[in-house]
T-cell receptor, first 112, second 112 residues
Framework: SQELEQSPQSLIVQEGKNLTINCTSSKTLYGLYWYKQKYGEGLIFLMMLQKGGEEKSHEKITAKLDEKKQQSSLHITASQPSHAGIYLCGADMASGTYKYIFGTGTRLKVLA | KAGVTQTPRYLIKTRGQQVTLSCSPISGHRSVSWYQQTPGQGLQFLFEYFSETQRNKGNFPGRFSGRQFSNSRSEMNVSTLELGDSALYLC???????????FGQGTRLTVV
């Protein structure tokens, strides 16, 4: 089973709508990272969260990490076609390690 | 600052052959990780190298191996290729512990 679960697996929204993607673990996360991927290409770093309760925003994207550091959400406000792609959460599952695992991914399509 | 470079971008091999993929990390980064991405399994961790030593390993058979050179460049080798090895192979480099990973564009391997 996946150590990081993402939901939903796919999402189709109308341009201008808000949406939320969730990333959940049964274990404490030591660092939570959000990436975006265009099909068949590398991952582009979006945001990093490390402290329980932390929230960061960049342009129309906001990411939060819960107090227990087991769940994160990525929220996109007023979605645009340029937001389309695959969103992946990644995490350090133990302190002091470079072993970095990823969630299952959420495929987002934005209809113009 | 140059990004992570992976070569080649595309590769077609026959079952039973072996293949070597290359990754040049961002200058100054000593940690290099490799991932396999397939539609069915998502992004799976293969292994991670730091200062020429393999420090972490995922659940892949021994046919998958790697190494890292003194200049931090890394190679990944897959021997006795199987059809199921067809995937996008991604390399990521990281700087200090707790920092985000930077990904290359990937090598698309097709086994026929």
């Amino acid at each position: 089973s996946q150590e990081l679960e993402q939901s939903p697996q796919s999402l189709i929204v109308q341009e201008g709508k808000n949406l939320t993607i969730n990333c959940t673990s049964s274990k404490t996360l030591y660092g939570l990272y959000w990436y975006k991927q265009k099909y068949g290409e590398g991952l582009i770093f979006l945001m990093m969260l490390q402290k329980g309760g932390e929230e960061k925003s960049h342009e129309k994207i906001t990411a939060k990490l819960d107090e227990k550091k087991q769940q994160s959400s990525l929220h996109i406000t007023a979605s645009q076609p340029s937001h389309a792609g695959i969103y992946l959460c990644g995490a350090d599952m133990a302190s002091g390690t470079y072993k970095y695992i990823f969630g299952t991914g959420t495929r987002l399509k934005v209809l113009a | 600052k140059a990004g992570v470079t992976q070569t080649p971008r595309y590769l077609i091999k026959t079952r039973g052959q072996q293949v070597t993929l290359s990754c040049s990390p961002i200058s100054g980064h000593r940690s290099v990780s490799w991932y396999q991405q397939t539609p069915g399994q998502g992004l799976q961790f293969l292994f991670e190298y730091f200062s020429e030593t393999q420090r972490n390993k995922g659940n892949f058979p021994g046919r998958f191996s790697g190494r890292q050179f003194s200049n931090s460049r890394s190679e990944m080798n897959v021997s006795t290729l199987e059809l199921g090895d067809s995937a996008l192979y991604l390399c990521a480099s990281r700087g200090p512990l707790g920092s985000e990973a930077f990904f290359g564009q990937g090598t698309r391997l097709t086994v026929v």
